[in-house]
């Protein structure tokens, strides 16, 4: 079973589980400020659940590649959308600071 850590949490979850749900069912902080109550619950068009993501998961699909490429994201910044990644291996999640989660200023850690 793929493990994910995050914010101080160790989760196991089933291979190919989607990484935002993942986060959410557990109480993860996933979104900052504002977009808790302002996104667009998964579909992939808001791109406030940014994070970097260390680990195996599923190739950027092209609603991740879009949302990215454009700003505030930016296509060559590491980060991913965790409601577009499916978990395939163990993985370690970390938050940057922002609306859109796309600052340079770390929010929380896997470990913290
Ligand atoms: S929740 Fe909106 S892009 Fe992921």
Same mark, same amino acid.
């Given at each position: 079973m793929p493990q994910v850590v995050a914010q101080g949490k160790l989760i196991e979850c089933e291979s190919q589980a989607n990484l935002r749900k993942v986060l959410l069912d557990h109480d993860?902080?996933?979104?900052n400020s504002g977009s808790r109550v302002i996104n667009c619950r998964g579909l992939g #068009? @808001?791109? %406030? @659940?940014?994070v970097k993501v260390e680990g195996e998961v599923s190739a950027a699909n092209w609603r991740d590649q879009t949302r990215r490429s454009l700003p505030p994201h #930016?296509? %060559? #910044?590491?980060?991913?959308l965790a409601c577009q990644t499916q978990i395939l291996g163990d993985v370690k999640v970390t938050k940057f600071d922002g609306f859109w989660g796309q600052g340079s200023q770390i929010v929380w850690t896997p470990e913290v």
């Open positions: 993860v902080d996933l979104y #068009s @808001c791109g %406030t @659940c940014a #930016s296509p %060559t #910044s590491e980060l991913r």
